[in-house]
Protein backbone atom coordinates (compact mmCIF):
# COMPACT_ATOMS: atom_id res chain seq x y z
CA UNK A 1 0.00 0.00 0.00
CA UNK A 2 1.70 3.49 -1.00
CA UNK A 3 1.26 5.97 1.65
CA UNK A 4 -1.30 8.33 1.07
CA UNK A 5 -0.42 12.00 1.23
CA UNK A 6 -4.09 13.23 2.23
CA UNK A 7 -4.37 11.03 4.87
CA UNK A 8 -3.90 12.64 8.34
CA UNK A 9 -3.42 11.28 11.73
CA UNK A 10 -5.44 12.90 14.67
CA UNK A 11 -5.30 12.50 18.35
CA UNK A 12 -8.25 10.41 18.85
CA UNK A 13 -9.61 12.71 21.59
CA UNK A 14 -10.33 14.79 18.70
CA UNK A 15 -12.45 12.65 17.06
CA UNK A 16 -15.88 13.88 17.63
CA UNK A 17 -15.11 17.74 16.22
CA UNK A 18 -13.44 16.62 13.00
CA UNK A 19 -17.11 16.32 11.33
CA UNK A 20 -17.95 20.00 12.21
CA UNK A 21 -14.57 21.31 11.57
CA UNK A 22 -15.12 20.13 8.02
CA UNK A 23 -18.32 21.32 7.74
CA UNK A 24 -16.98 24.90 8.33
CA UNK A 25 -14.25 24.43 6.23
CA UNK A 26 -16.14 23.44 3.15
CA UNK A 27 -17.90 26.29 4.44
CA UNK A 28 -14.65 28.16 4.59
CA UNK A 29 -14.55 27.56 0.70
CA UNK A 30 -17.46 29.35 -0.39
CA UNK A 31 -16.75 32.08 1.90
CA UNK A 32 -12.90 32.18 0.05
CA UNK A 33 -14.35 32.08 -3.72
CA UNK A 34 -17.39 35.18 -2.87
CA UNK A 35 -14.76 37.39 -1.46
CA UNK A 36 -12.40 36.70 -4.35
CA UNK A 37 -15.22 37.67 -6.60
CA UNK A 38 -15.91 40.33 -4.74
CA UNK A 39 -12.19 41.45 -4.58
CA UNK A 40 -12.62 41.90 -0.65
CA UNK A 41 -8.23 41.32 -0.18
CA UNK A 42 -9.10 42.30 3.72
CA UNK A 43 -11.57 39.57 4.14
CA UNK A 44 -9.03 37.03 2.37
CA UNK A 45 -6.11 37.72 4.59
CA UNK A 46 -8.44 37.47 7.49
CA UNK A 47 -10.03 34.01 6.41
CA UNK A 48 -6.43 32.98 5.54
CA UNK A 49 -4.97 34.18 8.81
CA UNK A 50 -7.81 31.83 10.59
CA UNK A 51 -7.00 28.85 8.69
CA UNK A 52 -3.31 29.58 9.19
CA UNK A 53 -4.15 29.09 13.02
CA UNK A 54 -7.19 26.69 13.08
CA UNK A 55 -5.57 23.94 10.64
CA UNK A 56 -2.52 22.74 12.02
CA UNK A 57 -3.73 22.97 15.92
CA UNK A 58 -5.88 20.25 14.57
CA UNK A 59 -3.44 18.05 12.92
CA UNK A 60 -4.25 19.58 9.37
CA UNK A 61 -0.69 20.69 8.33
CA UNK A 62 -2.00 21.47 4.55
CA UNK A 63 -4.68 23.79 5.60
CA UNK A 64 -2.52 26.28 7.54
CA UNK A 65 0.12 26.01 5.05
CA UNK A 66 -2.79 27.02 2.25
CA UNK A 67 -4.18 29.76 4.95
CA UNK A 68 -0.55 31.41 4.62
CA UNK A 69 -0.82 31.75 1.24
CA UNK A 70 -4.63 33.13 1.07
CA UNK A 71 -3.06 35.59 3.62
CA UNK A 72 0.75 36.36 2.10
CA UNK A 73 -1.65 36.56 -1.47
CA UNK A 74 -4.26 38.44 -0.23
CA UNK A 75 -1.85 41.19 1.17
CA UNK A 76 -0.39 41.11 -2.13
CA UNK A 77 -3.19 41.76 -3.90
CA UNK A 78 -2.65 38.70 -5.88
CA UNK A 79 -5.78 37.37 -7.18
CA UNK A 80 -4.29 34.54 -8.99
CA UNK A 81 -2.94 33.17 -6.41
CA UNK A 82 -5.56 33.24 -4.44
CA UNK A 83 -7.43 31.43 -6.84
CA UNK A 84 -5.57 28.69 -7.17
CA UNK A 85 -5.30 28.04 -3.41
CA UNK A 86 -8.64 27.99 -2.71
CA UNK A 87 -8.66 25.37 -5.73
CA UNK A 88 -6.13 23.38 -4.41
CA UNK A 89 -7.95 24.01 -0.52
CA UNK A 90 -11.46 22.62 -2.38
CA UNK A 91 -9.67 19.80 -3.86
CA UNK A 92 -7.55 19.02 -0.71
CA UNK A 93 -11.09 19.08 1.30
CA UNK A 94 -12.37 16.42 -1.01
CA UNK A 95 -9.85 13.82 -0.85
CA UNK A 96 -8.16 13.75 2.79
CA UNK A 97 -8.71 11.14 5.36
CA UNK A 98 -8.55 10.99 8.87
CA UNK A 99 -6.91 8.48 10.78
CA UNK A 100 -7.64 8.45 14.82
CA UNK A 101 -4.64 7.34 17.04
CA UNK B 1 -22.62 21.40 16.78
CA UNK B 2 -24.65 18.90 19.44
CA UNK B 3 -21.71 16.68 19.05
CA UNK B 4 -19.66 19.08 20.66
CA UNK B 5 -21.59 20.57 23.00
CA UNK B 6 -21.97 17.00 24.15
CA UNK B 7 -18.92 15.62 24.90
CA UNK B 8 -17.79 19.06 26.16
CA UNK B 9 -20.49 18.78 28.71
CA UNK B 10 -18.70 16.26 30.77
CA UNK B 11 -19.28 16.62 34.32
CA UNK B 12 -16.25 18.32 35.78
CA UNK B 13 -17.38 19.36 39.32
CA UNK B 14 -14.78 19.06 40.69
CA UNK B 15 -12.54 21.66 38.39
CA UNK B 16 -12.23 24.44 40.43
CA UNK B 17 -9.76 25.81 38.15
CA UNK B 18 -11.72 27.91 35.91
CA UNK B 19 -10.62 29.12 32.10
CA UNK B 20 -12.47 31.59 29.88
CA UNK B 21 -11.55 31.13 26.11
CA UNK B 22 -12.36 33.73 23.72
CA UNK B 23 -11.63 33.52 19.81
CA UNK B 24 -13.91 34.58 17.58
CA UNK B 25 -13.38 30.97 15.41
CA UNK B 26 -15.62 28.72 16.30
CA UNK B 27 -13.25 25.37 15.74
CA UNK B 28 -10.75 26.90 17.38
CA UNK B 29 -12.80 27.55 20.83
CA UNK B 30 -13.72 24.10 20.54
CA UNK B 31 -10.13 22.69 20.08
CA UNK B 32 -8.78 24.41 23.31
CA UNK B 33 -12.14 24.14 25.53
CA UNK B 34 -11.42 20.50 24.78
CA UNK B 35 -7.58 20.25 25.81
CA UNK B 36 -8.41 22.66 28.60
CA UNK B 37 -11.45 19.93 29.84
CA UNK B 38 -9.51 16.78 29.48
CA UNK B 39 -6.87 18.39 32.56
CA UNK B 40 -10.07 18.38 34.67
CA UNK B 41 -10.11 22.07 33.73
CA UNK B 42 -14.10 24.16 33.81
CA UNK B 43 -13.96 25.76 30.57
CA UNK B 44 -16.08 28.88 29.48
CA UNK B 45 -16.08 30.65 25.92
CA UNK B 46 -17.21 33.74 24.22
CA UNK B 47 -16.57 34.37 20.62
CA UNK B 48 -15.89 38.08 20.82
CA UNK B 49 -14.20 40.50 22.40
CA UNK B 50 -17.44 42.49 24.47
CA UNK B 51 -18.46 39.38 25.54
CA UNK B 52 -15.20 37.70 27.02
CA UNK B 53 -15.45 41.72 29.04
CA UNK B 54 -18.84 41.18 29.95
CA UNK B 55 -18.43 37.20 31.35
CA UNK B 56 -15.68 38.24 33.22
CA UNK B 57 -17.49 40.88 34.98
CA UNK B 58 -20.25 38.74 36.03
CA UNK B 59 -17.57 35.79 36.87
CA UNK B 60 -14.52 35.99 36.98
CA UNK B 61 -12.51 33.42 35.91
CA UNK B 62 -9.05 31.85 36.78
CA UNK B 63 -7.44 32.42 33.67
CA UNK B 64 -8.31 34.03 30.17
CA UNK B 65 -7.04 32.39 26.85
CA UNK B 66 -7.34 35.30 24.64
CA UNK B 67 -7.25 35.48 20.65
CA UNK B 68 -5.63 38.52 19.82
CA UNK B 69 -7.36 39.07 15.84
CA UNK B 70 -11.04 39.31 16.44
CA UNK B 71 -13.17 41.33 14.34
CA UNK B 72 -14.90 44.57 17.02
CA UNK B 73 -12.81 44.72 20.55
CA UNK B 74 -9.40 43.12 20.13
CA UNK B 75 -7.64 40.81 22.36
CA UNK B 76 -5.19 43.69 22.81
CA UNK B 77 -8.23 46.07 23.96
CA UNK B 78 -10.00 43.23 26.32
CA UNK B 79 -6.67 42.58 27.63
CA UNK B 80 -6.18 46.08 28.60
CA UNK B 81 -9.63 46.65 29.65
CA UNK B 82 -8.84 43.99 32.46
CA UNK B 83 -5.19 44.75 33.36
CA UNK B 84 -6.43 48.32 34.36
CA UNK B 85 -9.56 47.19 36.16
CA UNK B 86 -8.22 46.92 39.70
CA UNK B 87 -11.26 43.77 39.98
CA UNK B 88 -9.90 41.76 37.22
CA UNK B 89 -6.21 42.84 36.94
CA UNK B 90 -4.72 39.66 38.85
CA UNK B 91 -6.56 37.62 36.26
CA UNK B 92 -3.73 35.75 34.13
CA UNK B 93 -3.92 36.47 30.17
CA UNK B 94 -2.80 33.91 27.78
CA UNK B 95 -2.47 35.75 24.19
CA UNK B 96 -2.80 34.00 21.24
CA UNK B 97 -0.90 34.97 18.46
CA UNK B 98 0.71 33.51 15.41
CA UNK B 99 3.77 32.27 15.90
CA UNK B 100 6.02 34.78 13.63
CA UNK B 101 3.87 38.02 14.67
CA UNK B 102 6.53 38.97 16.81
CA UNK B 103 4.74 42.79 16.68
CA UNK B 104 1.85 41.21 18.54
CA UNK B 105 3.24 40.18 21.02
CA UNK B 106 5.17 43.36 21.76
CA UNK B 107 1.59 45.35 21.72
CA UNK B 108 0.49 42.04 24.03
CA UNK B 109 3.05 43.03 26.65
CA UNK B 110 2.09 46.44 26.70
CA UNK B 111 -1.33 45.68 27.28
CA UNK B 112 -0.72 43.79 30.14
CA UNK B 113 -0.33 40.07 28.82
CA UNK B 114 0.61 37.59 31.64
CA UNK B 115 1.84 34.69 28.68
CA UNK B 116 1.89 33.84 25.26
CA UNK B 117 0.36 30.44 23.34
CA UNK B 118 1.27 30.78 18.98
CA UNK B 119 -1.01 29.55 16.57
CA UNK B 120 -1.37 26.89 15.42
CA UNK B 121 -1.23 25.88 19.15
CA UNK B 122 0.84 22.61 19.99
CA UNK B 123 -1.05 20.89 22.39
CA UNK B 124 1.65 20.07 24.86
CA UNK B 125 2.86 23.65 24.52
CA UNK B 126 -1.22 24.72 25.67
CA UNK B 127 -1.09 22.58 29.01
CA UNK B 128 2.54 23.30 30.31
CA UNK B 129 1.23 27.35 30.27
CA UNK B 130 -2.11 27.09 31.81
CA UNK B 131 -0.57 24.56 34.30
CA UNK B 132 2.62 27.15 34.82
CA UNK B 133 -0.06 29.70 35.48
CA UNK B 134 -2.48 27.60 37.46
CA UNK B 135 0.80 26.72 39.94
CA UNK B 136 1.14 30.48 40.06
CA UNK B 137 -2.33 31.58 40.86
CA UNK B 138 -2.80 28.65 43.33
CA UNK B 139 0.11 29.80 45.48
CA UNK B 140 -0.55 33.07 45.39
CA UNK B 141 -4.15 32.46 46.36
CA UNK B 142 -2.81 30.04 49.13
CA UNK B 143 -0.58 33.02 50.53
CA UNK B 144 -3.33 34.92 50.27
CA UNK B 145 -5.32 32.65 52.45
CA UNK B 146 -2.41 32.17 54.76
CA UNK B 147 -2.11 35.88 55.27
CA UNK B 148 -5.86 36.33 55.71
CA UNK B 149 -5.38 33.31 58.39
CA UNK B 150 -2.54 34.74 60.41
CA UNK B 151 -4.30 38.39 60.35
CA UNK B 152 -7.38 36.53 61.67
CA UNK B 153 -5.23 34.98 64.46
CA UNK B 154 -3.23 37.80 65.86
CA UNK B 155 -6.62 40.10 65.78
CA UNK B 156 -7.71 37.53 67.74
CA UNK B 157 -4.83 37.14 70.27
CA UNK B 158 -5.17 40.75 70.77
CA UNK B 159 -8.71 40.65 71.43
CA UNK B 160 -8.36 37.70 73.57
CA UNK B 161 -5.09 39.82 75.75
CA UNK B 162 -6.93 42.95 76.00
CA UNK B 163 -10.49 41.76 76.62
CA UNK B 164 -9.48 40.50 80.28
CA UNK B 165 -8.74 44.36 80.70
CA UNK B 166 -11.01 46.08 78.96
CA UNK B 167 -14.68 46.30 77.83
CA UNK B 168 -15.43 43.59 74.87
CA UNK B 169 -16.71 47.03 73.12
CA UNK B 170 -12.72 48.73 73.49
CA UNK B 171 -11.42 45.26 72.80
CA UNK B 172 -13.15 45.61 69.31
CA UNK B 173 -11.96 48.79 68.46
CA UNK B 174 -8.60 47.87 69.54
CA UNK B 175 -8.85 45.04 67.13
CA UNK B 176 -9.98 46.93 64.33
CA UNK B 177 -7.20 49.91 65.02
CA UNK B 178 -4.47 47.14 65.07
CA UNK B 179 -5.59 46.36 61.41
CA UNK B 180 -5.42 50.29 60.27
CA UNK B 181 -2.43 51.26 62.41
CA UNK B 182 -0.89 48.85 63.90
CA UNK B 183 -0.76 48.13 67.77
CA UNK B 184 -3.02 51.03 69.45
CA UNK B 185 -0.93 50.34 72.97
CA UNK B 186 2.82 49.97 70.62
CA UNK B 187 5.75 52.24 71.56
CA UNK B 188 3.07 55.56 72.26
CA UNK B 189 3.59 56.77 75.19
CA UNK B 190 1.50 60.01 75.53
CA UNK B 191 0.86 62.57 78.11
CA UNK B 192 -3.27 62.98 77.78
CA UNK B 193 -6.18 63.82 79.93
CA UNK B 194 -7.64 61.08 81.94
CA UNK B 195 -9.93 60.47 84.73
CA UNK B 196 -8.20 57.82 87.35
CA UNK B 197 -10.96 55.78 89.09
CA UNK B 198 -9.72 53.71 92.47
CA UNK B 199 -11.95 51.43 93.98
CA UNK B 200 -11.07 48.99 97.02
CA UNK B 201 -12.60 47.05 99.54
CA UNK B 202 -13.58 48.37 103.52
CA UNK B 203 -12.82 45.92 105.94
CA UNK B 204 -11.36 43.71 103.48
CA UNK B 205 -8.40 43.05 106.68
CA UNK B 206 -10.70 41.34 108.45
CA UNK B 207 -12.12 39.45 106.05
CA UNK B 208 -8.58 37.95 104.97
CA UNK B 209 -8.06 37.12 108.61
CA UNK B 210 -11.60 35.56 109.37
CA UNK B 211 -11.39 33.45 106.62
CA UNK B 212 -9.31 30.56 104.79
CA UNK B 213 -7.40 31.37 102.02
CA UNK B 214 -9.24 29.25 99.46
CA UNK B 215 -12.80 31.40 100.47
CA UNK B 216 -10.47 34.61 100.54
CA UNK B 217 -9.87 34.19 96.89
CA UNK B 218 -13.23 33.15 96.11
CA UNK B 219 -14.56 36.09 97.85
CA UNK B 220 -12.14 38.18 95.44
CA UNK B 221 -13.12 36.96 92.78
CA UNK B 222 -16.90 37.67 93.63
CA UNK B 223 -15.76 41.09 94.63
CA UNK B 224 -13.51 41.98 91.40
CA UNK B 225 -16.10 40.08 88.84
CA UNK B 226 -18.86 42.99 90.03
CA UNK B 227 -16.46 45.81 90.34
CA UNK B 228 -15.30 44.61 86.56
CA UNK B 229 -18.83 44.40 85.21
CA UNK B 230 -19.39 47.79 86.40
CA UNK B 231 -16.12 48.98 84.64
CA UNK B 232 -16.71 47.70 81.48
CA UNK B 233 -20.76 48.52 81.45
CA UNK B 234 -19.23 52.23 80.96
CA UNK B 235 -15.81 51.25 78.97
CA UNK B 236 -13.66 52.04 81.57
CA UNK B 237 -10.07 49.87 81.16
CA UNK B 238 -8.60 48.38 84.09
CA UNK B 239 -5.12 49.11 84.18
CA UNK B 240 -4.48 47.50 87.51
CA UNK B 241 -5.71 45.18 89.96
CA UNK B 242 -3.93 44.61 92.98
CA UNK B 243 -4.70 43.16 96.51
CA UNK B 244 -8.53 44.48 96.76
CA UNK B 245 -7.74 47.94 95.05
CA UNK B 246 -8.84 47.93 91.33
CA UNK B 247 -7.74 50.86 89.05
CA UNK B 248 -10.06 51.80 86.33
CA UNK B 249 -8.81 54.71 83.50
CA UNK B 250 -11.57 56.26 81.40
CA UNK B 251 -10.23 58.53 78.23
CA UNK B 252 -7.78 56.00 77.28
CA UNK B 253 -6.80 54.37 74.86
CA UNK B 254 -9.40 55.74 72.88
CA UNK B 255 -11.18 59.35 73.21
CA UNK B 256 -14.35 59.65 75.49
CA UNK B 257 -15.68 63.29 75.83
CA UNK B 258 -17.55 62.07 78.51
CA UNK B 259 -15.10 60.26 80.23
CA UNK B 260 -16.05 61.73 83.60
CA UNK B 261 -19.99 61.32 83.44
CA UNK B 262 -18.64 57.48 82.53
CA UNK B 263 -16.46 57.53 85.46
CA UNK B 264 -19.26 58.98 88.17
CA UNK B 265 -21.53 56.30 86.81
CA UNK B 266 -19.26 53.32 87.42
CA UNK B 267 -18.60 54.19 90.59
CA UNK B 268 -22.54 54.14 91.18
CA UNK B 269 -22.55 51.31 89.40
CA UNK B 270 -19.72 49.57 91.44
CA UNK B 271 -21.09 50.75 94.94
CA UNK B 272 -24.69 49.45 93.33
CA UNK B 273 -23.24 46.00 92.20
CA UNK B 274 -21.30 45.08 95.68
CA UNK B 275 -24.63 45.81 97.53
CA UNK B 276 -25.96 42.44 97.66
CA UNK B 277 -22.33 41.02 97.33
CA UNK B 278 -21.66 42.93 100.78
CA UNK B 279 -25.16 41.77 102.28
CA UNK B 280 -24.70 37.52 101.50
CA UNK B 281 -21.13 38.18 103.19
CA UNK B 282 -22.66 40.05 106.39
CA UNK B 283 -24.99 37.15 106.34
CA UNK B 284 -22.77 34.23 105.85
CA UNK B 285 -19.34 35.07 107.45
CA UNK B 286 -21.03 38.43 109.64
CA UNK B 287 -18.32 40.71 107.99
CA UNK B 288 -18.84 44.56 107.63
CA UNK B 289 -17.50 45.46 103.89
CA UNK B 290 -18.23 48.23 101.45
CA UNK B 291 -16.33 49.73 98.19
CA UNK B 292 -14.50 53.17 99.06
CA UNK B 293 -13.95 54.71 95.91
CA UNK B 294 -11.67 57.58 94.98
CA UNK B 295 -11.81 59.41 91.68
CA UNK B 296 -9.72 62.21 90.42
CA UNK B 297 -9.09 64.03 86.53
CA UNK B 298 -5.92 65.75 84.74
CA UNK B 299 -2.50 65.13 82.91
CA UNK B 300 -0.82 61.56 82.89
CA UNK B 301 0.79 59.55 81.54
CA UNK B 302 -0.26 56.44 79.30
CA UNK B 303 2.08 53.82 77.77
CA UNK B 304 3.83 50.49 77.73
CA UNK B 305 5.91 50.44 80.51
CA UNK B 306 8.56 47.66 81.93
CA UNK B 307 11.15 45.79 80.17
CA UNK B 308 11.47 43.76 76.99
CA UNK B 309 10.32 40.52 78.93
CA UNK B 310 7.89 41.98 81.22
CA UNK B 311 5.53 45.57 80.06
CA UNK B 312 2.20 46.36 81.29
CA UNK B 313 0.17 49.10 79.83
CA UNK B 314 0.71 51.80 82.68
CA UNK B 315 -1.11 55.21 83.49
CA UNK B 316 0.98 57.37 85.87
CA UNK B 317 0.39 60.87 87.27
CA UNK B 318 -0.68 63.26 89.43
CA UNK B 319 -4.52 62.20 88.84
CA UNK B 320 -3.74 58.29 89.39
CA UNK B 321 -1.78 59.22 93.18
CA UNK B 322 -4.99 61.37 94.19
CA UNK B 323 -7.27 58.59 93.13
CA UNK B 324 -5.45 56.39 95.01
CA UNK B 325 -5.24 58.59 98.31
CA UNK B 326 -8.86 59.76 98.16
CA UNK B 327 -10.00 56.36 97.76
CA UNK B 328 -8.14 55.38 100.92
CA UNK B 329 -9.66 57.93 102.73
CA UNK B 330 -13.24 57.16 101.72
CA UNK B 331 -15.44 55.18 103.96
CA UNK B 332 -17.25 52.14 102.47
CA UNK B 333 -20.13 53.03 99.95
CA UNK B 334 -18.60 56.88 99.43
CA UNK B 335 -17.18 57.99 96.52
CA UNK B 336 -14.49 60.83 96.91
CA UNK B 337 -14.13 63.60 93.97
CA UNK B 338 -11.18 65.96 93.32
CA UNK B 339 -12.18 69.37 92.51
CA UNK B 340 -12.56 69.38 88.96
CA UNK B 341 -13.74 66.30 88.60
CA UNK B 342 -16.63 66.80 91.03
CA UNK B 343 -17.42 70.13 88.34
CA UNK B 344 -17.84 68.20 85.50
CA UNK B 345 -20.22 65.98 87.09
CA UNK B 346 -21.71 68.02 89.88
CA UNK B 347 -24.95 68.12 87.33
CA UNK B 348 -25.60 64.83 87.63
CA UNK B 349 -24.77 64.31 91.34
CA UNK B 350 -27.95 64.47 94.14
CA UNK B 351 -26.65 68.09 96.52
CA UNK B 352 -28.40 66.40 99.51
CA UNK B 353 -25.80 63.67 98.93
CA UNK B 354 -22.60 65.99 98.68
CA UNK B 355 -20.46 66.83 101.53
CA UNK B 356 -17.57 69.20 100.62
CA UNK B 357 -14.12 68.10 102.70
CA UNK B 358 -12.72 71.37 101.78
CA UNK B 359 -9.41 71.72 100.63
CA UNK B 360 -7.32 68.65 101.46
CA UNK B 361 -3.73 67.82 101.74
CA UNK B 362 -3.02 64.81 100.75
CA UNK B 363 -0.32 62.39 102.22
CA UNK B 364 3.15 62.94 100.34
CA UNK B 365 1.44 66.25 98.55
CA UNK B 366 2.46 69.98 99.07
CA UNK B 367 -0.46 71.34 97.93
CA UNK B 368 -4.00 70.92 99.12
CA UNK B 369 -7.22 69.95 97.02
CA UNK B 370 -10.50 70.83 97.08
CA UNK B 371 -12.16 67.15 97.69
CA UNK B 372 -15.95 66.04 97.60
CA UNK B 373 -17.55 63.40 99.19
CA UNK B 374 -20.84 61.81 97.76
CA UNK B 375 -22.64 58.88 99.79
CA UNK B 376 -23.78 56.47 96.73
CA UNK B 377 -25.95 53.85 96.83
CA UNK B 378 -28.04 52.06 94.79
CA UNK B 379 -30.98 53.54 95.16
CA UNK B 380 -29.12 57.23 93.66
CA UNK B 381 -27.94 55.04 90.59
CA UNK B 382 -30.19 56.90 87.99
Same mark, same amino acid.
Given at each position: ?????????????????????????????????????? @?????????????????????????????????? @????????????????????????????? | ???????????????? +????????????????????????????????????????????????????????????????????? $?????????????? $?????????? $???????????????? #??????????? &??????????? %?????????????????????? %??????????????????????????????? #??????????????????? %???????????????????????????????????????????????? %???????? =??????????? #?????????????????????? &? +????????? =??????????????????????? +???????? =???????????? #????????????????? &?? &??
Amino acid at each position: MTANIHTVIIAKDLADLIPVFFRNRQKEVETLRTALAA @GDFEQLRQLGHRMKGVGNSYGFARVSEIGKRVED @GAKAGDKTAIDACIREYADYLSKVQVVYE | MNDRAAADSAPDAQAA +YRVLVVDDDPDMVAFLARLLKREGMSVETAVNGESALMQVMTAPPDLVLLDVMMPGTSGFDVCRQLKGD $EATALIPIVLVTAL $EDSESRVRGI $EAGADDFLSKPVRREE #LIARVKTLRRL &HDTRKELESRR %LAAEVQRKEAIRKAFSRYISPR %LADRITEAAGEHGDPFQGRAQRTSVVALFAD #LRGFTRLTEKNEVGAVVAM %LNEYFAVLTEAAYQHDGTIFNMAGDSLLVGFNVPFAQPDAAERAWHTA %LEMVARFG =PVAASWRERHG #LEVGVGIGMCAGEAIIGNVGST &H +YASYTIIGN =PVNTAARLMQMAAAGEVLVCGPL +YERIRHLV =PAARVATRGDVT #LRGKSESIPVFAVRAGA &HE &HA
